[in-house]
């Protein structure tokens, strides 16, 4: 009796087992035929559309690497431009499959707003702009001022917890956009701008004038950024883990877009090939092509070829990799293995 029940409770388990994943995310984006991505579109760099219409940035890439991965064409992609406010019921009511928007991995945001948070790709922390003629060298320096920040972000938040335990004073000039944010603050309305790091360092350009601002040394928070599915689908989470571990894989093992088909061919390392799909049936056990993650980096490249495309020394941001470099590199980049 007790046998046959457990038997039972297996066959109705693999039935819904069987019947969840066949109507799966992964298998209705492959019947859809293109990919929707949830992106910024004011942050340079990062996410920003271009007057013809499409989408680049270092967050755009993540999305074009997961087409890449799912279709084996980097451009079936459909971008869907998203506010700070807007993209957490993006992806709740499944307007978007995967949001990749410059997005903070936070307890709240993975439990209440029913996220699943990919790795990170970007470890960032939050900072403040300032005149550098209003003499304001420190956070201490802020008293009395007035701080210019966009509302339904973590900024907005851990400016209030920390200036309230650092005791100091201020007024907050809250915004709903990041355009509205910098304007005000380009136009002296507010003394400081607080946002990531990377988005002080993505819009520094724009303003009127660039060099008459300065980013304060001290930052506030942790900004962990990167992709967020729904919860409930671990094969799909499982496919966005994977595309950014290969990206992570490809820049350790030394796998580029321009290296890649030779080294497919030619390399006698195993993590390589089991990367590049050339051993075993990795890719097929995610949902995925053999060359899965071969198509990822061919087509978008590894982490470095990635960040430095958007954000490194021949971009106008010239960013460090600071906690970006690879963890052999002494920084927080650390994929985990194709096996
Ligand atoms: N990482 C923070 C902040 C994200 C955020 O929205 N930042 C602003 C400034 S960098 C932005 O991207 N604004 C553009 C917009 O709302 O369109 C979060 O996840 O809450």
């Not at 506010?83 to 945001?109: H, K, M, P, Y």
């Not at 790091?197 to 060099?211: A, C, M, Y």
């Not at 820049?251 to 390589?272: D, F, K, M, W």
């Amino acid at each position: 009796m007790r046998k046959l029940s457990s038997i039972v409770v297996a066959l109705a388990f693999a039935a819904a087992f069987t019947a969840a994943t066949a109507q799966g995310l992964l298998q209705q984006v492959q019947d859809r035929g293109h990919l929707v991505c949830g992106v910024n579109n004011q942050l340079p760099g990062f996410g920003v559309q271009l007057a013809d219409g499409s989408f680049e940035g270092f967050d755009v890439d993540y999305c074009r690497a997961v087409a890449a991965a799912v279709f084996g064409d980097a451009d079936a992609v459909e971008f869907r431009a998203l506010s700070a406010q807007e993209r957490f019921t993006a992806v709740q009511t499944g307007e978007v499959d995967v949001l990749i928007r410059n997005t903070t991995w936070t307890s709240s945001r993975d439990s209440s707003v029913g996220l699943n948070f990919a790795p990170t790709t970007f470890y960032d922390g939050q900072g403040f702009m300032v005149k550098r003629a209003s003499g304001i060298t420190s956070l201490q320096d802020l008293e009395g001022s007035s701080i210019c920040v966009q509302s339904g972000t973590t900024t907005e938040l851990n400016l209030a917890d920390v200036m309230a335990a650092l005791g100091i004073e201020y007024t907050p000039v809250i915004m709903e956009t990041a355009d509205q944010a910098i304007a005000s603050y380009d136009a002296n309305q507010c003394e400081a701008y607080t946002t990531d790091v990377s988005g002080l360092i993505s819009r520094t350009p724009t303003l009127q004038d660039p060099e008459g601002s300065m980013i304060l040394p001290q930052t506030i928070s942790k900004e962990p950024l990167g992709p967020a599915v729904l919860h409930g689908d671990d094969q799909w989470f499982d496919v966005v883990k994977w595309v950014v571990f290969a990206t992570f894989e490809a820049e350790e093992y030394g796998i580029t877009s321009e290296n890649a088909s030779e080294l497919r061919e030619s390399s006698q390392n195993p993590s390589v090939q089991r990367i590049l799909g050339v051993e075993g049936n990795l890719m097929e056990q995610l949902g995925l092509e053999q060359n899965a993650m071969y198509d990822v980096i061919t087509q978008v490249g590894n982490y470095g070829e990635i960040f430095d495309r958007h954000l490194g020394p021949d971009t106008p941001f010239d960013m460090e990799r600071g906690l970006n470099a690879l963890y052999t590199e002494g920084g927080l980049i650390y994929g985990m293995p194709f096996r």
